[in-house]
């Protein structure tokens, strides 16, 4: 190993990928699940992406401005976290709820730690976490596609409406409490996989999801440990409750392709910045992230568990870190 070590200026290590180029697969591998946004609820979609991404770029320049340091809009990440914020909230959020929330995911959520590189948690979870705070109705309240509605209507996650008129975790809720039976939520997976079914902008495509998160594995952008972790986890905990009790609790296999889980395990927890280092800490951390997000949906009040376990295991991410030190170049040094 020794021998391999190259003394020379720096930069003293090479990479393919630069911080700009990273949010620019990012960017590239959201773009299906934000046409189906469109296809699924129209304008209301570019609205909200186009405010979300627009108030993240301005708070970054002027708390650069404030801070007189130098203009950082040019590695995209306040792009990637306006895109992704903008996928986390319900499509009828008004426009500027979604200011407040962007403005807080950018100044408190990441400049306030020093920027890029220096914030505790994922910025798009603090904002979305910072929504539901403050405005929680807002944020649970679902909009019918307009394939199925051209009008679009707002309905209450609870509501008992037709089955199209609830996301299929609201329904999975209602399930577990022996209010409905299980083979109504079973019955929404082929609309799940589209994406014709009420939630998030931009979770409700399966396919649109997998299709850019296969781009990103491709193209080596993100590690794959963190997303198997989550998704692993999640399945294992769901198959057990399944198995216990089938008519309370909905298949494995409907818990992955619903709500955030697939955008969380590869775009929101495979975040470089708030993410362990280590591959056995990525594990661990993944582990927790799909624990957490199972242990919120069937024992929680909340159906949806992804933001609270991203921000919970961001918490964590030092510790993991602590206990899971890398190996330095040359090895373990002699006590």
């Excluded at 902008?201 to 440990?225: D, F, Q």
């Excluded at 889980?261 to 280590?278: E, H, K, Y």
């Amino acid at each position: 190993m020794l021998s391999k070590i190259t003394v020379s200026p720096s930069p003293h290590i090479s990479e393919l990928h630069s911080t700009r180029s990273i949010m620019g697969d990012v960017i590239i591998a959201l773009v299906p699940a934000m046409f189906a946004a469109f296809i699924y609820f129209k304008i209301r979609a570019l609205v909200l992406v186009g405010v979300c991404v627009g108030t993240c770029a301005l708070s970054e320049w002027l708390c650069n401005l404030v801070r007189k340091k130098p203009n950082s809009l040019d590695d995209l990440s306040a792009v990637v976290t306006g895109i992704i914020l903008a996928f986390s909230v319900p499509p009828a959020l008004p426009w500027w709820a979604a200011v407040i929330g962007s403005a807080f995911a950018i100044v408190i959520g990441k400049m306030v730690f020093g920027g890029l590189g220096s914030n505790i948690f994922n910025p798009a979870m603090a904002g979305r976490a910072f929504l539901t705070a403050c405005f929680g109705m807002l944020m649970t309240t679902w909009t019918v596609p307009a394939t199925m509605d051209p009008a679009m209507p707002e309905i209450a996650a609870t509501g008992a409406g037709a089955i199209t008129q609830a996301t299929p975790l609201a329904w999975s809720k209602q399930a577990i409490k022996k209010k409905v039976d299980t083979k109504i939520v079973t019955a929404q997976l082929p609309a799940t996989l589209a994406g014709e079914t009420g939630g998030c902008l931009g979770e409700t495509s399966t396919i649109a999801l997998l299709v850019g998160a296969l781009y990103l594995v491709l193209r080596r952008t993100i590690n794959v440990n963190i997303p198997l972790a989550v998704l692993a986890s999640a399945f294992v905990i769901a198959a057990l409750c399944h198995l216990i009790n089938s008519e309370a609790y909905m298949p494995p296999w409907l818990h992955l392709t619903t709500g955030g889980m697939l955008l969380g395990a590869f775009f929101i927890a495979t975040d470089p910045v708030t993410a362990p280092l280590s591959t056995r800490g990525m594990w661990l951390f993944g582990v927790g992230v799909g624990g957490l997000i199972m242990l919120i949906r069937i024992v929680g009040e909340y159906p949806e568990g992804v933001m609270y376990a991203v921000l919970i295991m961001n918490a964590v991410t030092p510790l993991i870190d602590r206990f899971c030190k890398l190996t330095p170049a040359g090895g373990v040094p002699n006590a």
